[in-house]
C-alpha cells in the first residue's frame, strides 16, 4: 500500500541556510509516523516544509498529488491538517467559531461535524460558547485537534501536543487521537519530545539530529534500540 | 437648552459620517496594521462616481447601490494590485504608498471632475422635525449609517466569510492552516472598507458640497474618532466617530468659530487620550519581550 | 586561524593595504573631494539652480532630524513642518524685529526648537504607534492656524518680508552662492554631529528603546530621557534647517508650514532611508526636484506623477535608496563570508 504522504530528498531553507539536508519521511494511509529528535534537530521546519510554509526543494508526496510550490492553504484543502507548535488556536473567538473555521474548506453544514467533536471532547461542549483565550492550555490542545479534525482530512500533522501540558492530560489527548485515528481513518505525522509515549503509538519512527534522519524504522525496532533508549528513552 | 439639543442631534449626523470612515479604518487596521490615509480621497472619488450616476440619469438608490458595488471591487482591486506589494515591507513603506495614493486620487479628481464645487443631491427631503429640534436629513444620515452598521454586524458574526476575514485578521498563520485563503480574505476588507468610505462621503456631500478635498477634514475627524474609540475596536470606532462629531459642533458653536475650531477639538480630544492612550474601547498595543 | 578566513576578519580589514594606504585614508580622502566637489559645484550652474541645490540641503538637514527620531527611535512623526515653521519664524523674528544679524538666528532658533522637541516629547511618552501619529499630525494641522491667529508676532496671513541677505563684501562672490555654502557648511556639521551621536554610545541607546524598549530598560536605560532627547535633538535639526529656510528665501509665511510638507518631509525620510543619515540627502532631493519633474510630465494633474513617483520608489526600494544599498552592501559581505563556510563538510570540518 502507497503511503499517503511521502517526502523525498527535501531540503528546506531559512534565508539563505539551509536547515533541512535531504530527508525523506512517510506515512502509511491511517497509520501514524513520529519524527523525534532534540530541539533544533528540524522536526518543526520539517512540518512547516509540508504545509508550504517554508522554502524547500525536494518532493512531497500527498495522497497522489504533489505540495511543493502550492500555498498553505491549497495544502490545507486537500486535506492536510496541520496542528501547529503553540496550537494555534484564535483566542479571540469562542470555541464553536474555531470549530466552525475548521470546516471553512467543507462544503454543507458543519453541524453534524460539531456534535461528533462535542463527543470525542466533551469539554468543549460545555464550553462551547467562550473566549478559546480563557480555556486550559489542555483544553485549547483538544480545541486545536478538534478544529483541525473538522477539515475532515486524510493526515492530520501535531506538533508537540503534549508541550506544557500535564502528564494526566497528555494521556487523554492521546487516547483520543488513537481513538480518532482508528475510527475516522486519518494518518498522523506526530513530532514529540515524549519520546517514550510517541514509539508506544506509533508505527514507524525518524530520529533527526541537526536536519538529516539518522536512523528509521519501526517504531517497535528504534524503541528497543540501545543509543535511543540511552539518549532519549533515558535508560 | 434646545439650541444644545439641536447641536447635539447634528453634531451627531456629522459624527455618523465620522463613525463610517473610522471603521472602515479600523478594519483595514486591524487586518494589516496599516492606517489608510487614502481611505478619504478613495470615499471622495466613490461620491464623485456616484455624482456622474446621477447626472446621468440614474435615480439616487439606484446610483448609491452601483457606487457601493464599483467602490468594493476598486478596494479589492486596490490592495491586489498596490498594497500587495508592499504588505511583507516595513511599516513606514506602506504609509508612504497611501500616502501617494491620496495624492494619486485628489489630482485625478481634479483633473477629471475640476477643482469647481459641485452640488450633491439629498434623498431626503430638507425639513426639520420635533419642533425644529432636528433635520430629516440629518436623521436620514444616522439612519442609512446605522442600517449599514447593522449589515456589516450580521456579515462578521452571522456569516461563514465574515468569520474567516476576523480569523485572518487575527491570525494569518493559523487562518492559513485551516484553507482560509488570507489574501482574498485582505482584498474583501479593503473593498467592504471602500464601500463604508463611499457611503460616508455620499451622505456628507450635500453638506459639505462636492470637490476633490471634500474629505480632507472628515479624514482627519476620522482617524482621530478612531483613536478616540481605540484604533483596535470596531464598536470605538463608531462612539470615537460620534463623539468627534459632537465635540466638533460644540466647540464651534460655544467656543471658538471658524479657523481655530479644528485646533481646539483636537487638542480636547488628544486631552482624553493622555489619559486612556490606547481610547476608550481599546486594548493595549502588546509588546512579545 | 586558518588561511581561508583571511580578508574576512575586522583585523585583516583594518589591516589591508592598497596602493599604499589604509582604508581609513581613503574614506578620508574619498570624503574631502566630495566635500570639494560640492563646494565647487555652485558655481558650475546657474544663479537659480545654486538656489535650488541650497534647498536641497536645507530640506536634507530637516530631513535628517525626522531620521534621528523616526528611523533611530521609531518614534513616528507627522508633524516636523511644525518645527521647521517654528525655526523660520524664530529666525524670522529675530531678524525683523530686533535686527539681529542672519547667522546669529541659528543657534537660538535651534535652542527654542529643542526646547520645544523636549516639551513636545514628554507627553508624547505616554503615545504609540498610530497615536503619536494623530498627536503629531493635529499639531502639523494646527501650525498654519496658530501662525495666522498670533498675527501680531508673525505677520498673519500675509507673513513676514525680510531684508535679503548680503554676501560679506571683498569676496566677490553673489548671494546665492553665498549662501549655498553657508548652508553647506551646516549641513557638513550637522551630518558630523548626528553621526557621532548615532554611531556612538546614545545611538546605540535609542535604537535600543527602539526595537526593545523591555530588555532596554530591564539592562538600565532610562526610556524616558532618551525618548525626549531623540525628540528634542531631531527638533534641533528640524529647527534649524527652518532658520535656514527663512535665511535663503527672505520671506515666511503661514501657507509654506502646512501639512503639506509635514509630510513630505516623511515621504523624504523614507525615500532616502528612513534610519540613515546620507539618505536625508536623498530625500532633499526628492523633497525639491520631483515635484518640479511631476510638472514637466503632466501640468495637469502633476501630484499624481508625485504620488506615483512615491509608490515606484517604496515598491523598489521600501528601505529608500540609502536603506537599500546598505542592505546589499551587507549581503553581499555575507556571501563571501557564507563561501567560505561552504568549504566545510556537514559534520562542520573543513576539506
Redesign the interface.
Known amino acids: 500500500m502507497a503511503p499517503i504522504l511521502e517526502l523525498r530528498a527535501v531540503k528546506a531553507f531559512y534565508g539563505q541556510s539551509e536547515v533541512l539536508h535531504g530527508i525523506s519521511v512517510a506515512v502509511e494511509d491511517g497509520g501514524m509516523s513520529v519524527l523525534l529528535g532534540a530541539n533544533g534537530a528540524g522536526k518543526t521546519t520539517t512540518l512547516r516544509a509540508i504545509s508550504g510554509m517554508v522554502r524547500s526543494e525536494g518532493e512531497i508526496h500527498f495522497a497522489g498529488q504533489r505540495l511543493e510550490r502550492r500555498s498553505t492553504e491549497a495544502i490545507a484543502g486537500l486535506g492536510v491538517a496541520h496542528v501547529p507548535e503553540g496550537r494555534g488556536t484564535m483566542t479571540g473567538l469562542t470555541v464553536e467559531e474555531n470549530l466552525r473555521l475548521g470546516a471553512y474548506t467543507r462544503a454543507g453544514r458543519p453541524d453534524a461535524a460539531m456534535a461528533r467533536m462535542y463527543d470525542y471532547f466533551p469539554i468543549l461542549g460545555q464550553r462551547r460558547r467562550q473566549q478559546a483565550g480563557a480555556l486550559s492550555g489542555g483544553e485549547q490542545q483538544m480545541l486545536a485537534i478538534a478544529r483541525a479534525l473538522m477539515m475532515s482530512p486524510r493526515l492530520l500533522i501535531l506538533d508537540e501536543p503534549s508541550f506544557g501540558l500535564a502528564p494526566r492530560i497528555v494521556e487523554d489527548i492521546f487516547s483520543i487521537v488513537e481513538r480518532i485515528r482508528r475510527e475516522q481513518h486519518v494518518a498522523v505525522l506526530l513530532v514529540e519530545q515524549n519520546a517514550t509515549l510517541a514509539l508506544d503509538l506509533a508505527d514507524q519512527a525518524y530520529l533527526l539530529e541537526t536536519g538529516y534522519v539518522v536512523m528509521s524504522g519501526p517504531a517497535k525496532t528504534l524503541a528497543d534500540d540501545p543509543q535511543i533508549r540511552r539518549s532519549y528513552l533515558g535508560y | 437648552m434646545h439650541q444644545l439639543l439641536q447641536q447635539i442631534f447634528s453634531g451627531l449626523a456629522a459624527g455618523a459620517v465620522y463613525a463610517s470612515l473610522a471603521l472602515a479604518l479600523v478594519m483595514i487596521?486591524r487586518a494589516t496594521d496599516l492606517?489608510n490615509f487614502a481611505q478619504g480621497e478613495m470615499a471622495m472619488f466613490s461620491t464623485y462616481i456616484a455624482w456622474t450616476l446621477v447626472n446621468a440619469g440614474l435615480p439616487f438608490w439606484a446610483a448609491f447601490v452601483l457606487t457601493l458595488v464599483v467602490s468594493f471591487l476598486g478596494g479589492m482591486t486596490i490592495e491586489r494590485v498596490?498594497i500587495r506589494?508592499?504588505e511583507n515591507?516595513?511599516v513606514?513603506?506602506?504609509?508612504?504608498?497611501t500616502?501617494?495614493?491620496?495624492?494619486?486620487f485628489?489630482?485625478?479628481a481634479?483633473?477629471i471632475f475640476t477643482y469647481t464645487l459641485q452640488e450633491f443631491p439629498s434623498p431626503f427631503p430638507d425639513r426639520t422635525m420635533f419642533g425644529a429640534l432636528m433635520t430629516t436629513r440629518d436623521l436620514g444620515v444616522i439612519g442609512v449609517t446605522l442600517a449599514m452598521l447593522l449589515l456589516l454586524f450580521v456579515f462578521f458574526r452571522f456569516t461563514?466569510t465574515g468569520?474567516?476575514m476576523?480569523?485572518a485578521a487575527?491570525?494569518p498563520?493559523?487562518?492559513?492552516?485551516?484553507?482560509?485563503?488570507?489574501g482574498r480574505m485582505l482584498a474583501i476588507g479593503w473593498g467592504l472598507a471602500a464601500a463604508i468610505g463611499a457611503t460616508a462621503g455620499i451622505m456628507v456631500a450635500p453638506v459639505l458640497f462636492l470637490d476633490p478635498n471634500m474629505m480632507g477634514g472628515v479624514l482627519?475627524y476620522a482617524?482621530?474618532g478612531a483613536?478616540l474609540g481605540g484604533?483596535t475596536s470596531p464598536v470605538g470606532a463608531v462612539v470615537g466617530g460620534l463623539i468627534v462629531g459632537v465635540t466638533e459642533n460644540l466647540v464651534g458653536t460655544y467656543l471658538i468659530a471658524s479657523?481655530?475650531k479644528?485646533?481646539v477639538a483636537?487638542?480636547l480630544i488628544?486631552l482624553v487620550?493622555?489619559f486612556r492612550?490606547?481610547?476608550l474601547f481599546g486594548t493595549a498595543?502588546v509588546?512579545r519581550? | 586561524m586558518s588561511k581561508s578566513f583571511a580578508g574576512v576578519l575586522p583585523q585583516d580589514a583594518a589591516a589591508a593595504r592598497y596602493g599604499g594606504l589604509g582604508i581609513a585614508a581613503w574614506r578620508w580622502i574619498g570624503a574631502l573631494a566630495l566635500i570639494g566637489l560640492a563646494a565647487a559645484l555652485p558655481f558650475t550652474v546657474s544663479n537659480y539652480h545654486a538656489f535650488e541645490l541650497t534647498l536641497v540641503m536645507i530640506y536634507a538637514i530637516a530631513v535628517l532630524g525626522l531620521n534621528i527620531l523616526t528611523g533611530y527611535n521609531g518614534q513616528i512623526s507627522l508633524g516636523h513642518g511644525g518645527f521647521f515653521a517654528a525655526g523660520a519664524y524664530t529666525a524670522a523674528i529675530l531678524m525683523h524685529r530686533y535686527g539681529v544679524p542672519y547667522w546669529a538666528t541659528l543657534a537660538p532658533a535651534g535652542l527654542v526648537c529643542f526646547a520645544l522637541g523636549v516639551l513636545f516629547g514628554l507627553p508624547a511618552l505616554r503615545f504609540e504607534g498610530p497615536y503619536l501619529a494623530l498627536v503629531t499630525l493635529a499639531m502639523a494641522v494646527a501650525t498654519p492656524q496658530l501662525l495666522k491667529y498670533f498675527d501680531s508676532w508673525t505677520g498673519g496671513q500675509q507673513g513676514i518680508n525680510l531684508v535679503k541677505v548680503q554676501p560679506p563684501p571683498g569676496l566677490g562672490i553673489d548671494r546665492d552662492r553665498w549662501l549655498y555654502l553657508v548652508v553647506l557648511v551646516v549641513l557638513l556639521v550637522a551630518m558630523r554631529v548626528a553621526a557621532n551621536m548615532l554611531n556612538g554610545r546614545t545611538g546605540r541607546a535609542f535604537v535600543a528603546v527602539r526595537d526593545h524598549p523591555i530588555a532596554a530598560a530591564a539592562m538600565g536605560i532610562d526610556i524616558a530621557r532618551y525618548k525626549t532627547l531623540a525628540f528634542g535633538t531631531s527638533t534641533l535639526f528640524t529647527g534649524i534647517a527652518g532658520a535656514l529656510s527663512a535665511i535663503v528665501i527672505s520671506f515666511v509665511a503661514p501657507e509654506s508650514f502646512s501639512l503639506f510638507l509635514s509630510l513630505s518631509f516623511l515621504v523624504g525620510s523614507a525615500v532616502g532611508g528612513i534610519a540613515t543619515i546620507s539618505g536625508a540627502i536623498v530625500g532633499g532631493l526628492f523633497i525639491e526636484f520631483v515635484p518640479n519633474l511631476a510638472n514637466d510630465i503632466s501640468d495637469a494633474a502633476p501630484w499624481a506623477i508625485y504620488g506615483l513617483a512615491m509608490l515606484l520608489l517604496m515598491y523598489a526600494m521600501p528601505r529608500g535608496v540609502a536603506g537599500s544599498v546598505g542592505l546589499w552592501l551587507q549581503r553581499f559581505r555575507s556571501r563571501r563570508v557564507a563561501l567560505r563556510e561552504g568549504d566545510k563538510d556537514h559534520k562542520g570540518r573543513m576539506s
Open positions: 487596521y492606517v498596490i506589494p508592499v515591507a516595513p513606514l513603506a506602506a504609509v508612504v504608498v500616502i501617494g495614493l491620496l495624492l494619486i485628489n489630482a485625478l481634479g483633473w461563514a468569520l474567516a476576523r480569523a487575527q491570525n498563520e493559523s487562518a492559513r492552516l485551516c484553507g482560509i485563503p488570507v482627519l482617524f482621530t483613536l484604533i479657523q481655530l479644528l485646533t483636537l487638542a488628544i487620550l493622555v492612550p490606547n481610547g498595543i509588546r519581550v
